[in-house]
């Protein structure tokens, strides 16, 4: 929401827009908070719980960085997801798992992580090699490193989104691609997930599906200039 309000500001330079982003910034750093360590910092998952999460954390780090409204922190927030990439080129879902749930390294959360680094002008080719071998099948995302299934609009989403920020035009399209024909329900909606059967689930979420599609499919045509 508070980037989608700081593109908002951009264009119209509204100052109650800017009131508003400043109290967006208060909150990640007031009431989510933070744990520090050393020249690095992780942002809070929620106000609640006090787990590190990788993602969510380079999520509040982007806000703050792309609005110049506490870089200082940002880049510190930057430096502990950067420094948290494994070896191979992957990420695990929590930075300090504090939480005993499963610690897996999925498809959407690399994706969004991906795709903020370089929001924050941070090109990161090891992490990406990674996604496109390992969490993609092709042009159809895969549930996790080990699950290929079941394929989730989300992640079909976010595949697009991350290709298209990365300028892999060819990649983008034939996730584009892909998506239309599994997904598309050939009227104006997109269906929930594609099961390994071949079995789907048509359900439509207005936030799960329809806003991501409509996101990710702007920013492809807008960055490849298609329309």
Same mark, same amino acid.
């Given at each position: 929401?508070?980037?989608?309000?700081?593109?908002?500001?951009?264009?119209?330079?509204?100052?109650?827009?800017?009131?508003?982003?400043?109290?967006?910034?208060?909150?990640?750093?007031?009431?989510?908070?933070?744990?520090?360590?050393?020249?690095?910092?992780?942002?809070?998952?929620?106000?609640?719980?006090?787990?590190?999460?990788?993602?969510?954390?380079?999520? &509040?780090?982007?806000?703050?960085?792309?609005?110049?409204?506490?870089?200082?922190? &940002?880049?510190?927030?930057?430096?502990?997801?950067?420094?948290?990439?494994?070896?191979?080129?992957?990420?695990?879902?929590?930075?300090?798992?504090?939480?005993?749930?499963?610690?897996?390294?999925?498809?959407?959360?690399?994706?969004?992580?991906?795709?903020?680094?370089?929001?924050?002008?941070?090109?990161?080719?090891?992490?990406?090699?990674?996604?496109?071998?390992?969490?993609?099948?092709?042009?159809?995302?895969?549930?996790?490193?080990?699950?290929?299934?079941?394929?989730?609009?989300?992640?079909?989403?976010?595949?697009?989104?991350?290709?298209?920020?990365?300028?892999?035009?060819? &990649?983008?399209?034939?996730?584009?691609?892909?998506?239309?024909?599994?997904?598309?329900?050939?009227?104006?909606?997109? !269906?929930?997930?594609?099961?390994?059967?071949?079995?789907?689930?048509?359900?439509?979420?207005?936030?799960?599906?329809?806003?991501?599609? !409509?996101?990710?499919?702007?920013?492809?045509?807008?960055?490849?200039?298609?329309?």
């Amino acid at each position: 929401i508070g980037l989608a309000i700081l593109e908002h500001y951009k264009i119209t330079k509204d100052p109650k827009v800017l009131e508003h982003l400043k109290s967006i910034a208060k909150t990640i750093v007031k009431d989510f908070g933070y744990d520090s360590f050393e020249k690095e910092i992780c942002f809070y998952h929620t106000p609640l719980d006090k787990n590190l999460v990788y993602n969510s954390n380079l999520f &509040a780090a982007t806000f703050l960085f792309t609005s110049n409204l506490n870089k200082e922190l &940002a880049k510190k927030s930057i430096t502990y997801t950067v420094n948290g990439q494994n070896p191979d080129g992957s990420w695990n879902y929590f930075g300090n798992n504090k939480s005993g749930k499963e610690d897996k390294i999925d498809n959407r959360h690399t994706g969004f992580i991906l795709e903020n680094l370089m929001r924050c002008g941070i090109k990161n080719e090891k992490g990406m090699k990674f996604y496109k071998e390992k969490l993609m099948k092709g042009p159809r995302p895969k549930w996790s490193v080990k699950e290929e299934y079941p394929c989730d609009i989300h992640d079909v989403t976010q595949a697009l989104i991350t290709y298209t920020i990365y300028k892999d035009k060819e &990649a983008a399209t034939a996730v584009f691609d892909f998506m239309l024909k599994e997904f598309f329900d050939g009227k104006n909606s997109f !269906y929930y997930k594609l099961y390994k059967n071949g079995k789907k689930n048509k359900t439509i979420f207005l936030r799960w599906n329809q806003a991501w599609v !409509y996101k990710s499919i702007a920013f492809y045509l807008e960055t490849f200039k298609a329309v």
